[in-house]
């Protein structure tokens, strides 16, 4: 499967996880907390309620979303300052700290996703967001993610 048609929600998903284990773990190095995410997707895969990725074999193809999703963890953590003050700049009513962490996290994911893997397309990002935060955060995130994301969007693109 190319890289360009791949479903790289496991990724992701993934990414997700890495970044939810950051924040909680803040005593552990960075290294640490993704390294020890990524091993674990590779030898278990991940479960997506529209799609699992099996573990049996380290394939190429889960291999790559390992890949991709610490790609996108590791930029969200290098550049999460610049990425916190772009959500924080379009969410003026609500300060960075009381953003649900799987919303804030999914945030930074897609702005990541958006400014540094310029091949996705915007449409792309914003679903998988949206899909994201339907599946993991509250009955509230889809519209809020939805939202911000999109008002990021625009003032990325001018």
Excluded: C
Excluded at 9 to 25: D, E, G, K, N, S
Excluded at 104 to 126: D, Q, T
């Amino acid at each position: 499967m190319s890289d360009n048609k791949m479903n790289r929600r496991p990724a992701r998903v993934l990414a997700l996880q890495m970044l939810y284990a950051w924040t909680l773990r803040a005593d552990e190095s960075v290294d640490a907390v993704l390294s020890a995410i990524s091993a674990n997707f590779l030898n278990h895969g991940v479960e997506d309620s529209d799609e699992a990725v099996e573990a049996k074999d380290p394939s190429a193809e889960r291999t790559e979303l390992a890949r991709y999703g610490r790609f996108i963890a590791g930029t969200v953590i290098e550049k999460v300052e610049e990425i916190d003050k772009l959500i924080s700049d379009h969410t003026p009513n609500w300060n960075i700290e009381r953003i649900a962490i799987v919303d804030k996290n999914l945030l930074r994911i897609a702005i990541a996703e958006l400014m540094y893997s310029k091949e996705i397309a915007y449409r792309i990002v914003i679903d998988e967001a949206i899909q994201i935060a339907k599946e993991y955060g509250s009955n509230e995130s889809g519209r809020f993610v939805n939202g911000v994301i999109d008002s990021i969007y625009r003032t990325l693109s001018k």
